[in-house]
């Protein structure tokens, strides 16, 4: 059982539920972060904070990493400066993570490293499983690259595992934050024709995957985390709606993103129809399989 955890991207959307449930698992805690120790603290509770990754170097260690770090993909246009920065804070962290790893006398036995379902590119409506050839855009290349850095700790002995994570959905932030006020205005609607699939997954599955990868001995290698019912956008949108008690009848035409988004309206207007077939294979039981229940949660 590993006992002391280094956590990247503690504070974010992710990280504020993982790092009090690792807690209350009794493990001991260590979030890097550009935030002050009070503000960490505040997010992820009784956690030790560091700002800089290079002051674990030579450091006598950690038992598992959970690497979570990284720019968020949707919050900004994709200008050149801005895909430089998601690569830099993915790519380049993890890459400065290894190295210190290095460093280290005792390696840790585990580091579960994040990724995403954007992995495999626009696959338009075939089933998706962890050994789908991908499709060689953006974030096909953000992801593998991303991985590839990750990778190189087998070579030390530990453990790696990565996290393809779906389109995360969970109360008070990420992505369905931005969505809740036009659809409970009647403004919502589908996205482009509504026939691209969304590899959506409860925020608190993305947790007990990640918990489930860090303590299970024999995980190892890519994981869909999304959950195993993938809707296409239409379905998404009418079953928020419904929930929500409002009518979905204002889509948002394809060329309209295009041009407000730019190419990032790739992430709205494509998908994957991900299956998580490895954590399925282990046994892994989802507390939220269903949209309807999942939503209402998510808004409640």
């Known amino acids: 059982m590993s006992h002391r955890i280094l956590v990247t991207g503690g504070t974010g959307f992710i990280g504020q539920v993982l790092c009090p449930k690792l807690i209350a698992k009794g493990y001991s805690l260590t979030v890097l972060s550009r935030q002050g120790e009070t503000d960490v603290r505040a997010a992820c509770g009784r956690v030790e904070a560091i700002s800089n990754l290079d002051l674990l170097k030579g450091h006598p260690g950690f038992d598992g990493i959970i690497n979570l770090a990284g720019e968020g993909i949707a919050d900004k246009r994709w200008s050149h400066q801005r895909k430089q920065a998601l690569r830099d804070s993915r790519i380049g962290l993890t890459r400065q993570l290894v190295s210190v790893v290095k460093s280290w006398g005792v390696k840790p036995g585990v580091l579960v490293s994040g990724s995403a379902v954007g992995f495999y590119g626009n696959q338009e409506g075939i089933r998706v499983t962890e050994d789908t050839p991908p499709n060689d855009e953006f974030t096909h290349r953000l992801c593998r690259d991303w991985e590839a850095e990750a990778v190189k700790l087998e070579a030390e002995g530990v453990r790696v595992c990565l996290s393809r994570t779906g389109v995360v959905a969970g109360p008070g932030g990420g992505f369905l934050q931005r969505m809740l006020l036009p659809f409970r205005l009647g403004l919502g609607g589908r996205l482009g ?13 993305v947790v007990a995957a990640l918990i489930f990868m860090l303590e299970s001995e024999n995980a190892t290698g890519p994981y869909n985390v999304v959950s195993p019912n993938p809707v296409t956008n239409r379905d998404f949108t009418r079953c928020l709606a419904r ?5 979905a009848i204002f889509p948002a035409p394809a060329p309209v993103l295009k041009l407000a988004l730019g190419e990032m309206s790739r992430l709205l207007l494509t998908g994957q129809q991900a299956i998580p077939q490895r954590l399925m294979q282990q046994d892994f039981q989802f507390t939220y399989p269903d949209l309807t229940e999942a939503l209402k949660d998510c808004v409640r």
């Open 193 to 205: 024709s509504g026939d691209q699939y969304m590899p959506w997954v409860h925020r608190d599955d």
């Open 243 to 247: 929930v929500l008690k409002r009518p």
